[in-house]
Nanobody, 116 residues
């Protein structure tokens, strides 16, 4: 069974940092392209970051480029999203996703709130 469990969210001050984790089971993350999405109230769901399976190439939305890093730990089978210089606009529920076997899989999400 494919399972994705996000963690690491919470309340953080503007300018602060947060590391989100996505613990995967039922597949090996290094064999699949992994993505982070976010959903904020009143906004469309946004693709935040991508890491590919072959070379581990990374891609970022303009809104987080330069202050966010997606990575994976193949031993722990976990994908991370390191976010620095956080802004109130980063407030959202963050989801880890994978497309596998013709199906999109989503985790339950973790809430990030950036506020003073």
């Amino acid at each position: 069974q494919v399972q994705l469990v996000e963690s690491g969210g919470g309340l953080v001050q503007p300018g602060g940092s947060l590391r989100l984790s996505c613990a995967a089971s039922g597949f090996t993350v290094r064999d699949y392209t992994m993505r982070w999405h976010r959903q904020a109230p009143g906004k469309e769901r946004e693709l935040v970051a991508t890491i590919t399976s072959i070379f581990g190439s990374t891609y970022y939305a303009d809104s987080v480029k330069g202050r966010s890093t997606i990575s994976r730990d193949n031993v722990k089978n976990t994908v991370y999203l390191q976010m620095n210089s956080l802004k109130p606009d980063d407030t959202a529920v963050y989801y880890c996703t994978v497309f596998r076997g013709g199906t999109n899989y989503w985790g339950q999400g973790t809430q990030v709130t950036v506020s003073s």
